[in-house]
Nanobody, 133 residues
Framework: EVQLQASGGGLVQAGGSLRLSCTASPAAFGIYTIAWFRQAPGKEREGVACFNCQDHSIYYADSVRGRFTVSGDNDKGTVYLQMNTLKPEDTAVYYC??????????????????????????WGQGTQVTVSS
């Protein structure tokens, strides 16, 4: 079983930056995909980015591509989400989640699937990101 812990959320002005961290225990980057999701009030949980996706790539949702960067540190068992040029619409609770990579479709199909979150078995607690205008 993979345990995940997300941290790094906070309050930032529009245009600012935050870095979220997701620490996995035990670290299993070799076989697990780590994904970031977010959920705003009244909205469904949406995928933001994945690290070590099914094809060992990194993939981003259209809404964050070019502004967010995901990276990993195998030694620390941590995946980061660097969020730049933040917008008020980025305000949400952010979660990290893990699933065995072999159980997932290709990233393009994964992010198009209507129930993407249901494909992930392990979840960390959320961290609130609030972007003020």
């Amino acid at each position: 079983e993979v345990q995940l812990q997300a941290s790094g959320g906070g309050l930032v002005q529009a245009g600012g930056s935050l870095r979220l961290s997701c620490t996995a225990s035990p670290a299993a980057f070799g076989i697990y995909t780590i994904a970031w999701f977010r959920q705003a009030p009244g909205k469904e949980r949406e995928g933001v980015a994945c690290f070590n996706c099914q094809d060992h790539s990194i993939y981003y949702a259209d809404s964050v591509r070019g502004r967010f960067t995901v990276s990993g540190d195998n030694d620390k068992g941590t995946v980061y989400l660097q969020m730049n040029t933040l917008k008020p619409e980025d305000t949400a609770v952010y979660y990290c989640a893990a699933a065995e990579s072999r159980s997932l479709p290709t990233p393009r199909l994964l992010f198009k699937s209507p129930n993407m979150a249901r494909r992930f078995d392990y979840w960390g607690q959320g961290t609130q990101v609030t972007v003020s205008s």
